[in-house]
T-cell receptor, first 109, second 113 residues
Framework: EDKVVQSPLSLVVHEGDTVTLNCSYEVTNFRSLLWYKQEKKAPTFLFMLTSSGIEKKSGRLSSILDKKELFSILNITATQTGDSAIYLCAGLNAGKSTFGDGTTLTVKP | NAGVTQTPKFQVLKTGQSMTLQCAQDMNHNSMYWYRQDPGMGLRLIYYSASEGTTDKGEVPNGYNVSRLNKREFSLRLESAAPSQTSVYFC????????????FGQGTRLTVV
C-alpha cells in the first residue's frame, strides 16, 4: 500500500524564521512528488518534483527531491503570517496521488 | 475559467439519507478523483477514475459509490449516510499520462446528524 508521511504534523514559528517541512514516501511506480498549500479551501499547487537533486524555487519557497532516500523537503525562508496554512505533499504514480496528513504551519507576528 | 466545479458547497443529512455529490471539469482531463479530508488526516482517496468508463477504489471506498458519467463528470453517491461520513469532500482532476498537478474543486462540507 502506498504511503506518504509528513513531519512535523504542526509547527509554530515567528515571522522571519526559516522552516523546513519533510515528506517521505513509499509509492509504487513513483513518478513525481507534489507539494500543495491549503488555506481555507482547496489545495493550491506549489511544486512538482520529478528528478532527484534539482531544486525548484518560487520566491521564498524552495523544494528538492531525493529519489534514493525517498523523501522531499519544502523550505520557506523569511516566513510571513500569510504562509500560515496546511502544507500537503503527495506521491504521484500513473494512476493516482497519495497524500500525506499535512503539516500545519502557524506563523505568528 | 471554471476548472473543477463541485456542488453542493454545504449539505446536512440525516443518518440513513442518500445524496449525490456532483463534480464537473472543463479542462478535458482524463483522470478524476474523490477525496475526503478530516481534521488532521490530510486527503484520503475514496475513488478515482483514470479515464472515462473506468473507476477504481481508493483508500476508503466503503459506504460510497461513483459514476463517471462522461469525460467531464464524476459523481460520488452516499446511499445511506452515516455520521462517520461527516467530512469535507474534494473532487480533483488531472491530465493522465502527463506528469501534472491535480486541480481541485472548492470542496463540499457534509454533515451527517
Amino acid at each position: 500500500e502506498d504511503k506518504v508521511v509528513q513531519s512535523p504534523l504542526s509547527l509554530v514559528v515567528h515571522e522571519g524564521d526559516t522552516v523546513t517541512l519533510n515528506c517521505s514516501y513509499e509509492v509504487t511506480n513513483f513518478r513525481s512528488l507534489l507539494w500543495y498549500k491549503q488555506e481555507k479551501k482547496a489545495p493550491t499547487f506549489l511544486f512538482m518534483l520529478t528528478s532527484s537533486g534539482i531544486e525548484k524555487k518560487s520566491g521564498r519557497l524552495s523544494s528538492i527531491l531525493d529519489k534514493k532516500e525517498l523523501f522531499s523537503i519544502l523550505n520557506i525562508t523569511a516566513t510571513q503570517t500569510g504562509d500560515s496554512a496546511i502544507y500537503l505533499c503527495a506521491g504521484l504514480n500513473a494512476g493516482k496521488s497519495t497524500f500525506g496528513d499535512g503539516t500545519t504551519l502557524t506563523v505568528k507576528p | 475559467n471554471a476548472g473543477v466545479t463541485q456542488t453542493p458547497k454545504f449539505q446536512v443529512l440525516k443518518t440513513g439519507q442518500s445524496m449525490t455529490l456532483q463534480c464537473a471539469q472543463d479542462m478535458n482531463h482524463n483522470s478524476m478523483y474523490w477525496y475526503r479530508q478530516d481534521p488532521g488526516m490530510g486527503l484520503r482517496l475514496i475513488y478515482y477514475s483514470a479515464s472515462e468508463g473506468t473507476t477504481d477504489k481508493g483508500e476508503v471506498p466503503n459506504g460510497y459509490n461513483v459514476s463517471r458519467l462522461n469525460k467531464r463528470e464524476f459523481s460520488l453517491r452516499l446511499e445511506s449516510a452515516a455520521p462517520s461520513q461527516t467530512s469535507v469532500y474534494f473532487c480533483a482532476s488531472r491530465d493522465r499520462g502527463r506528469e501534472t498537478e491535480a486541480f481541485f474543486g472548492q470542496g463540499t462540507r457534509l454533515t451527517v446528524v
